[in-house]
Each structure stands twice: as structure tokens, then as C-alpha cells.
T-cell receptor
Framework: DAKTTQPPSMDCAEGRAANLPCNHS???????VYWYRQIHSQGPQYIIH???NNETNEMASLIITEDRKSSTLILPHATLRDTAVYYC???????????????FGDGTTLTVKP | EAQVTQNPRYLITVTGKKLTVTCSQN?????MSWYRQDPGLGLRQIYY???????DKGDVPEGYKVSRKEKRNFPLILESPSPNQTSLYFC???????????FGNGTRLTVT
């Protein structure tokens, strides 16, 4: 499965949009992009996922480039409670070799500042 | 309430003393997985299971065993723990391969 690359850290002002990038240049056509976040040492929390179309839910928006080699998670109005580590991973939805594997990299530590 | 439950939350043990960390989900999920988290190394997958009696190795399976005799339970077994297995462990489950993962609250293991 494809590996992902994220910047180690980012800052964002409270109330502004936080844009977190992720590179997944080796992504395959059937691999989905997932975003999770982890606050302190709690279990990671699901945010959003997508295949090739942009997605939006109550938490965030996901923009996937046309070639699918990168994506951006957007938190439209960041709050102090959004300070967390954000992980971007890819998952294969069908049964093939390594389909069940999923590894989270180091993610991006987002710090929202007052 | 739909959840993934891990026990215990904290465990301190000595080298070589067999231990089991339990993981249970009440959502009828097919897929379950164990991860360990160490500073600077993200979450690394230990083992995963696509369904009952189907398990496979993740990226760091050495020193660990798992079983999936029932759909809801996926225990992690350390037959002979060593200090390098001191870590924060997470269990996760998802309905299918292409479904969001639900994580437990973690088990912090210290092996002395």
C-alpha cells in the first residue's frame, strides 16, 4: 500500500482555516485516503476519507488532487481544541495482498494558537 | 454505546512474564488490528484480522501473538515480554476494509 508524507508540524491561528497537506504519490487507483487525529495519547479519531472526489463533513473538508498524488485536509475554523497530531493514511478496500495493512506515519502536529 | 474496549489501561510487568491485553468491540466489525505507538515512530501495525480465524502480520509482529476465535474479541498476547515492548498499544476495528477505524483508549505497557 502507498506510503504518505506529511510535514512534521504546523501552526494555525484560532478561527482561521487550517490546511494540512499529505503526499501519497504512489497511491493506487483503488486506495482510499483517510485522515485521523490524535489528541494527547488518546486513541486516534476518524475525521474523513475519500477516493477521488472532494469530500466534506461536519468536521472537515478533504481536497484530493486530480492525479490523486496528494490531498489537503481543511479545518475551516480552527479552535484550540483542534490542536492534535493529524495522520493521513491510505487503505485498500478490496481483498488482495497486504489489503489489511495500515501504517500511520508520524503525522503532522497542528498547534492552534490564540 | 458503540466502542472498542481495551483492558487493562495500564500494565507494569517483568521480563518474561506472559501477559494478554484484551480487545473487544460491540459493533459486529469484521476487521480488527493492533498497533503500538512509540515516540517518533507513529503507529505501527502489529497484527490484523480480516474476520474470525483469519489473522495476518503487520509491520512489527515479532514477539506478539493474536487470536480471533470470535468476531468481537482480538486479544494481543506477549508470551515472553521484553523491555523493548514497553509501549502504548491501541486496538482498532472497522466494519469492512473500506470503513473508518474505531480505536480503543490504549494500553500503556511497561516491561521492566
Amino acid at each position: 500500500d502507498a506510503k504518505t508524507t506529511q510535514p512534521p508540524s504546523m501552526d494555525c491561528a484560532e478561527g482561521r482555516a487550517a490546511n494540512l497537506p499529505c503526499n501519497h504519490s504512489t497511491i493506487s487507483g483503488n486506495e482510499y485516503v483517510y485522515w485521523y487525529r490524535q489528541i494527547h495519547s488518546q486513541g486516534p479519531q476518524y475525521i474523513i476519507h475519500g477516493l477521488k472526489n472532494n469530500e466534506t463533513n461536519e468536521m472537515a473538508s478533504l481536497i484530493i488532487t486530480e492525479d490523486r498524488k496528494s490531498s489537503t485536509l481543511i479545518l475551516p475554523h480552527a479552535t484550540l481544541r483542534d490542536t492534535a497530531v493529524y495522520y493521513c493514511i491510505v487503505r485498500v478496500p478490496i481483498l488482495n495482498t497486504n489489503a489489511g495493512k495500515s501504517t500511520f506515519g508520524d503525522g503532522t502536529t497542528l498547534t492552534v494558537k490564540p | 454505546e458503540a466502542q472498542v474496549t481495551q483492558n487493562p489501561r495500564y500494565l507494569i510487568t517483568v521480563t518474561g512474564k506472559k501477559l494478554t491485553v484484551t480487545c473487544s468491540q460491540n459493533m459486529n466489525h469484521e476487521y480488527m488490528s493492533w498497533y503500538r505507538q512509540d515516540p517518533g515512530l507513529g503507529l505501527r501495525q502489529i497484527y490484523y484480522s480480516m474476520n474470525v480465524e483469519v489473522t495476518d502480520k503487520g509491520d512489527v509482529p515479532e514477539g506478539y501473538k493474536v487470536s480471533r476465535k470470535e468476531k468481537r474479541n482480538f486479544p494481543l498476547i506477549l508470551e515472553s515480554p521484553s523491555p523493548n515492548q514497553t509501549s502504548l498499544y491501541f486496538c482498532a476495528s472497522s466494519l469492512f476494509l473500506n470503513s473508518p477505524l474505531h480505536f480503543g483508549n490504549g494500553t500503556r505497557l511497561t516491561v521492566t
